[in-house]
């Protein structure tokens, strides 16, 4: 899933997020997470070029 360009996880029952979503480098701009109970966010996450909207 490298060349997935934009990423909406809105409104769901997430907790968390596995370390590969790191992996993917063509996501552009943005990675939507609102209204999730995330506890944490990945150290992966923040090795992209991105605005993390948690």
Same mark, same amino acid.
């Given at each position: 899933?490298? /060349? #997935? =360009? /934009?990423?909406e996880l809105i409104n769901n029952q #997430?907790? &968390?997020l596995p370390d @590969? %979503?790191? $992996?993917l @480098? &063509? #996501? /552009? $701009? !943005?990675i939507l997470l609102y209204g999730n109970p995330l506890k944490s966010l990945p =150290? !992966? #996450?923040f090795n992209l070029p991105l =605005? %993390?909207?948690w």
């Amino acid at each position: 899933m490298t /060349k #997935l =360009e /934009k990423l909406e996880l809105i409104n769901n029952q #997430l907790t &968390g997020l596995p370390d @590969s %979503i790191g $992996n993917l @480098s &063509g #996501l /552009k $701009n !943005s990675i939507l997470l609102y209204g999730n109970p995330l506890k944490s966010l990945p =150290e !992966s #996450l923040f090795n992209l070029p991105l =605005e %993390i909207a948690w």
